[in-house]
């Protein structure tokens, strides 16, 4: 994370937050280390999803693919804000995005002007396209403190062999338009970042993205690597560069994760995530939602957090973490900043 977003964090933070933050650390490594599951505290940490509706079409995402087994829809503000009233006085950090594209919510910026105005630093993630002029005045008046544009080539023919659907120059315009919103506004935020999916087809543009984006004047390039489901037998989106890779090659042939899979999970101790319609899941890696924890429209979010299926999950983690589906694909540290 950079200076800039480590200054917003604190500015953000309460003695009861620093508190909540503790009870957590101390939680998850007694954990850790003993192997039987403790948890004082709450999430430091949410993500809450606006919708699962997404205009593009990339081919590793269940929301591009129209693959979901559960609903489509949309985040309600109503919903939204009786869930950040149950949380804000210990959430320190809250992500606008599980799948889909957040713009498309109509209320998407009310809610995040909601959630700043209860002192919890914002972020979100965006594929760009609805960045107008207009819209990118919104988000800067929202007080969004962090926006990730993805942006994974540095020419149209590269941008769309992963982002089906998408234009490059769309990108390339809205990122203008927030930066010209910040400056007419004179805000420091949002940090605005340029997230770089790295796959075989845009690996060589990595010095690229650097160059645009110090040219447009966005605050932090970070080059992420990029989940396939199918990776056994190799995949064309696999890149050559095993440093902005998942997955390393066996003497077989045959391909695997890189990163050891431990039996611990900072995340399950930390953070969640929240569906569109309330269901409490585990991480992003559990896209559609089978892995469900809770139900926030029947439940109250403690309840929910110290509930015997939570803390049985948390267990699994420090028993056997390689028989979870959705640990299986697990990306830890997969996000390299420059």
Request: charged share 25%.
């Given at each position: 994370?950079?200076?800039?977003?480590?200054?917003?964090?604190?500015?953000?933070?309460?003695?009861?937050?620093?508190?909540?933050?503790?009870?957590?650390?101390?939680?998850?490594?007694?954990?850790?280390?003993?192997?039987?599951?403790?948890?004082?505290?709450?999430?430091?940490?949410?993500?809450?999803?606006?919708?699962?509706?997404?205009?593009?079409?990339?081919?590793?995402?269940?929301?591009?693919?129209?693959?979901?087994?559960?609903?489509?829809?949309?985040?309600?503000?109503?919903?939204?804000?009786?869930?950040?009233?149950?949380?804000?006085?210990?959430?320190?950090?809250?992500?606008?995005?599980?799948?889909?594209?957040?713009?498309?919510?109509?209320?998407?910026?009310?809610?995040?002007?909601?959630?700043?105005?209860?002192?919890?630093?914002?972020?979100?993630?965006?594929?760009?396209?609805?960045?107008?002029?207009?819209?990118?005045?919104?988000?800067?008046?929202?007080?969004?403190?962090?926006?990730?544009?993805?942006?994974?080539?540095t020419t149209q023919e590269?941008?769309?062999?992963?982002?089906?659907?998408?234009?490059?120059?769309?990108?390339?315009?809205?990122?203008?338009?927030?930066?010209?919103?910040?400056?007419?506004?004179?805000?420091?935020?949002?940090?605005?970042?340029?997230?770089?999916?790295?796959?075989?087809?845009?690996?060589y543009q990595l010095n690229?993205?650097?160059?645009?984006?110090?040219?447009?004047?966005?605050?932090?390039?970070?080059?992420?690597?990029?989940?396939?489901?199918?990776?056994?037998?190799?995949?064309?989106?696999?890149?050559?560069?095993?440093?902005?890779?998942?997955?390393?090659?066996?003497?077989?042939?045959?391909?695997?994760?890189?990163?050891?899979?431990?039996?611990?999970?900072?995340?399950?101790?930390?953070?969640?995530?929240?569906?569109?319609?309330?269901?409490?899941?585990?991480?992003?890696?559990?896209?559609?939602?089978?892995?469900?924890?809770?139900?926030?429209?029947?439940?109250?979010?403690?309840?929910?957090?110290?509930?015997?299926?939570?803390?049985?999950?948390?267990?699994?983690?420090?028993?056997?973490?390689?028989?979870?589906?959705?640990?299986?694909?697990?990306?830890?540290?997969?996000?390299?900043?420059?």
């Open positions: 994370m950079s200076f800039h977003s480590k200054i917003g964090l604190i500015q953000k933070l309460t003695l009861q937050k620093l508190v909540n933050f503790f009870y957590v650390f101390g939680s998850y490594y007694s954990s850790k280390y003993t192997k039987r599951n403790f948890n004082k505290g709450l999430p430091i940490s949410l993500a809450i999803e606006p919708t699962t509706s997404c205009n593009l079409r990339c081919p590793e995402c269940p929301s591009g693919l129209r693959q979901f087994t559960r609903p489509i829809g949309m985040l309600e503000p109503t919903f939204f804000k009786k869930t950040i009233d149950d949380v804000y006085k210990d959430l320190i950090y809250l992500t606008f995005y599980f799948q889909g594209e957040p713009y498309l919510n109509p209320h998407f910026l009310e809610m995040v002007k909601y959630a700043s105005l209860k002192k919890i630093y914002t972020s979100t993630s965006t594929n760009a396209h609805y960045l107008t002029p207009e819209m990118a005045l919104k988000t800067v008046q929202s007080n969004l403190d962090r926006l990730i544009i993805s942006i994974d080539g590269t941008y769309e062999q992963y982002r089906i659907g998408g234009t490059l120059s769309k990108v390339i315009e809205g990122t203008k338009n927030i930066i010209s919103a910040k400056k007419e506004l004179h805000s420091k935020t949002p940090h605005i970042v340029f997230q770089f999916l790295v796959v075989k087809p845009n690996e690229d993205v650097k160059k645009l984006a110090n040219e447009l004047g966005v605050d932090e390039v970070v080059f992420k690597t990029a989940q396939v489901y199918d990776f056994k037998n190799g995949n064309p989106l696999i890149p050559d560069n095993i440093k902005y890779s998942r997955y390393k090659k066996n003497s077989d042939g045959t391909y695997a994760i890189k990163n050891k899979l431990l039996n611990q999970c900072w995340r399950m101790w930390s953070s969640c995530v929240i569906t569109w319609d309330g269901l409490v899941v585990p991480c992003c890696f559990d896209k559609d939602a089978k892995h469900q924890l809770g139900d926030l429209k029947q439940q109250q979010f403690k309840d929910v957090w110290i509930s015997e299926t939570y803390q049985s999950f948390r267990k699994s983690i420090l028993k056997s973490r390689q028989e979870i589906d959705i640990c299986k694909n697990c990306s830890e540290g997969s996000i390299v900043s420059v």
